[in-house]
């Protein structure tokens, strides 16, 4: 099992173009999860899923939009590119309240 | 306000010695998890503890839930460089949602 895989691992935007953050999971987990993580603020919410078809906002959701179209992808897509989206983001999964398996991250900086 | 406080924010020690960083909340939790976190990584649960008091080892790790289910602590015999690196403690929120909130993390460095 490949786990919880991100990509690109790195990315630099233009302030106001778009990109999605892609995450695949293959451990068959119904919740999915982003979290954006600055330097010494910890892990912050974004949005999550509870299964294929169902998001919900959750900490910092302004700025960005998912879809969770299969059980096994969760993409972020940010719209408008701002410098306060220059960030570490971190996609998860897991079965229930239990573990969150997290990816390898996605370092993105917006000059 | 930040639900997890954790302390202290940075530890630097050498190598062979003890430490203990700490997650306190005034807020009653069900369960509560600590992660570790590399550098360039995401963060790898480490164990969760359940139970008011209960203690959990780890191999050099242990890890204590208060009694009162409010805090917990991590004690670290005899640091090795392999130990450096973010430690997070997280709770879920209440009502039974899946949503995880985690607390800023006590960055370690274990010097040689």
């Known amino acids: 099992n490949a786990g919880v895989t991100q990509t690109p691992k790195f990315r630099i935007l233009k302030i106001g173009q778009s990109m999605t953050l892609q995450c695949t999971q293959d451990m068959n987990h119904n919740y999915m999860y982003w979290y954006r993580q600055d330097p010494g603020m910890g892990l912050k919410l974004i949005y999550y899923s509870v299964g294929a078809g169902i998001t919900d906002k959750g900490e910092v959701p302004n700025g960005y939009n998912v879809s969770r179209s299969t059980t096994e992808d969760f993409p972020l897509r940010l719209e408008l590119a701002a410098p306060s989206q220059t960030s570490v983001y971190f996609c998860?999964?897991?079965?229930?309240?239990?573990?969150?398996?997290f990816g390898p991250g996605t370092r993105l900086t917006v000059t | 306000t930040q639900l997890l406080e954790q302390s202290p924010q940075f530890l630097s020690i050498q190598e062979g010695e003890n430490l203990t960083v700490y997650c306190n909340s005034s807020?009653?939790?069900?369960?509560l998890q600590w992660y570790r976190q590399e550098p360039g990584e995401g963060p790898v649960l480490l164990v969760t503890v359940v139970t008011g008091g209960e203690v959990k080892k780890l191999k050099r790790l242990t890890f204590q839930f208060g009694d009162a289910r409010k805090d917990s602590s991590l004690h670290i015999t005899a640091a090795q460089p392999g130990d450096t690196g973010l430690y997070l403690c997280a709770v879920h929120t209440q009502g039974g949602s899946e949503k995880l909130v985690f607390g800023k993390g006590t960055k370690l460095t274990v010097n040689p």
């Open positions: 998860a999964s897991s079965y229930r309240r239990g573990e969150q398996y």
């Open positions: 807020s009653v939790f069900s369960s």
